[in-house]
């Protein structure tokens, strides 16, 4: 499966952006999708994730009550509605996919999903 993440931009402390991620190639219902980001020197870090079938959602603490992870199979595309940005969630976020995971744990690393999108960046000011 193909993905192109975007949707980021400039925005200031508290405002908020929505990414998406839009997918071709295959099933895209049986993808779980996440969401990750890396900011300058650090590592990249899990943000999101929603499961193939069932769209339970998972979350990191960091962005928990702000962010929230949809998707629309008709439309074959994810979201991530990010609410009253802050300055340490600027990073260039990227958009993954793997088939049929349905673990957890594996949702939370990068190395778990096969297939990735561009980044997209978001740069929050204070």
């Known amino acids: 499966v193909q993905l192109q993440a975007s949707g980021g931009g400039l925005v200031q402390a508290g405002g908020s952006l929505r990414l998406s991620c839009a997918a071709s190639?295959?099933?895209?219902?049986?993808?779980?999708v996440g969401w990750f980001r890396q900011a300058p020197g650090k590592e990249r870090e899990f943000v999101a994730s929603?499961?193939?079938?069932?769209?339970?959602?998972l979350y990191a603490d960091s962005v928990k009550g702000r962010f929230t992870i949809s998707r629309d199979n008709a439309k074959n595309a994810a979201y991530l509605q990010m609410n009253n940005l802050k300055p340490e969630d600027t990073a260039v976020y990227s958009c993954?996919?793997?088939?049929?995971?349905?673990?957890?744990?594996?949702?939370?690393?990068?190395?778990?999903?096969?297939?990735w999108g561009q980044g997209t960046q978001v740069t929050v000011s204070s």
């Open positions: 993954a996919a793997h088939f049929r995971l349905t673990s957890f744990i594996e949702e939370l690393f990068p190395k778990n999903y096969n297939y």
């Open positions: 190639g295959r099933t895209f219902s049986d993808y779980t």
């Open positions: 929603i499961k193939w079938i069932g769209d339970t959602t």
